[in-house]
C-alpha cells in the first residue's frame, strides 16, 4: 500500500515570491507521482507527472517538482507565484503501472498582494 | 473534447433519503473511477470500472454504496439509505489505458 503525506495544510505567501509545496510518499513497490490543483468551483486538474526518466518534471502554468527517491519526495516548487495560483494542491502516488491514486491531505496556497 | 461531466454538482437531501450521482467520462475512456472526499481530509479511492466490468472495489465504504456502468459509457454511483457520514464531494475521472485520470468538478452531497 502507499501513503502521502502533506505536512502543510495552508501556505500563504507573496505575490510574486517563490513557494515550495511538500509532499512525502511511502510505499513498498516502485511508484508513479503526480500533482493536482483545484481551483475554486472546479475540479482536479493535473499540474505534472513524474513517472521515470529525468527526476525534475515540468508541468503547466510554471510549476515543477522534483523527484528524490532516497528522501522519497516530491515536492513542488514555483519561483514567482501570481493571485490566480491561488488553489488547493493535491499531491498522489500510484504505483508503477496501476491506476488507483493514493491522495495526500492537500495543502491550500494563498497568494497575497 | 469535453470532459469528465459529474451531474449534479450539489445535493442537498435527508439522512434515510437515497441519491443517486451520474458521471459521463471522456469518450474512448475504457477506465472510469470513484473517488470521495469527506471534509478536511485526503480524496479516497472508491472503485475503477473497466468498461463495464468492475475492477476494484475494494475503497466502497459499505453495501450502501451501489455503482454502475451499463453499457460501458456513463456511470452512477447511488447511495441508499444516505447517513450523515455520507457527506462530501464524490469526484468522477476516467483515463485511456495508460495515463494518469482526468476528474470531474465533482458532486457535493450534503446530508442533513
Known amino acids: 500500500a502507499q501513503s502521502v503525506t502533506q505536512l502543510d495544510s495552508q501556505v500563504p505567501v507573496f505575490e510574486e515570491a517563490p513557494v515550495e509545496l511538500r509532499c512525502n510518499y511511502s510505499?513498498?513497490?516502485?511508484?508513479?507521482l503526480f500533482w493536482y490543483v483545484q481551483y475554486p468551483n472546479q475540479g482536479l486538474q493535473l499540474l505534472l507527472k513524474y513517472l521515470s526518466g529525468s527526476t525534475l518534471v515540468k508541468g503547466i502554468n510554471g510549476f515543477e517538482a522534483e523527484f528524490n527517491k532516497s528522501q522519497t519526495s516530491f515536492h513542488l516548487r514555483k519561483p514567482s507565484v501570481h493571485i490566480s495560483d491561488t488553489a488547493e494542491y493535491f499531491c498522489a502516488v500510484s504505483k508503477r503501472g496501476g491506476n488507483k491514486l493514493t491522495f495526500g491531505t492537500g495543502t491550500q496556497l494563498k497568494v497575497e498582494l | 473534447e469535453a470532459g469528465v461531466t459529474q451531474f449534479p454538482s450539489h445535493s442537498v437531501i435527508e439522512k434515510g433519503q437515497t441519491v443517486t450521482l451520474r458521471c459521463d467520462p471522456i469518450s474512448g475512456h475504457d477506465n472510469l473511477y470513484w473517488y470521495r472526499r469527506v471534509m478536511g481530509k485526503e480524496i479516497k479511492f472508491l472503485l475503477h470500472f473497466v468498461k463495464e466490468s468492475k475492477q476494484d472495489e475494494s475503497g466502497m465504504p459499505n453495501n450502501r454504496f451501489l455503482a454502475e456502468r451499463t453499457g460501458g459509457t456513463y456511470s452512477t454511483l447511488k447511495v441508499q439509505p444516505a447517513e450523515l457520514e455520507d457527506s462530501g464531494v464524490y469526484f468522477c475521472?476516467?483515463?485511456?489505458?495508460?495515463?494518469?485520470?482526468?476528474f470531474g468538478a465533482g458532486t457535493r452531497l450534503s446530508v442533513l
Open positions: 475521472a476516467s483515463s485511456q489505458e495508460a495515463g494518469p485520470p482526468n
Open positions: 510505499s513498498s513497490v516502485s511508484v508513479y
